[in-house]
């Protein structure tokens, strides 16, 4: 199994910054793609930013240019640095990985979330 944890959730004053963390640990072998969703109350989730092994990102069109998805390969750790936070940005974040574990087939495994909270 893959287990991931995130961090670095929390209140922020708008157009401040804030910097989420999600390490993966289990019996992994390789990790694809990881990915930063969230889902704000009434809203479904929705994916912010993802990153390929190879360090390829996509975004959702209402974080680019705020937002910045990176990852260490070596700590099977993503990071999602938000920068310019709006209140519309207040959610609850979700870390996503598809990972294969040693001798099994790829895993699509979430994260517990960690909340945002973006208010004056």
């Known amino acids: 199994q893959v287990q991931l944890v995130e961090s670095g959730g929390g209140l922020v004053q708008p157009g401040g910054s804030l910097r989420l963390s999600c390490a993966a640990s289990?019996?992994?072998?390789?990790?694809?793609?990881m990915a930063w969703h969230r889902q704000a109350p009434g809203n479904q989730r929705q994916l912010v930013a993802g990153?390929?092994?190879?360090?390829?990102?996509n975004y959702a069109d209402s974080v680019k240019g705020r937002f910045t998805i990176s990852r260490d390969n070596t700590k099977n750790t993503v990071y999602l640095q938000m920068n310019s936070l709006k209140p519309e940005d207040t959610a609850v974040y979700y870390c996503?990985?598809?990972?294969?574990?040693?001798?099994?087939?790829?895993?699509?495994?979430w994260g517990q979330g960690t909340q945002v909270t973006v208010s004056s």
């Open positions: 289990g019996k992994i072998f390789s990790i694809r793609t």
């Open positions: 996503n990985a598809d990972a294969i574990p040693y001798g099994g087939l790829p895993i699509d495994s």
């Open positions: 990153i390929t092994r190879g360090g390829s990102t």
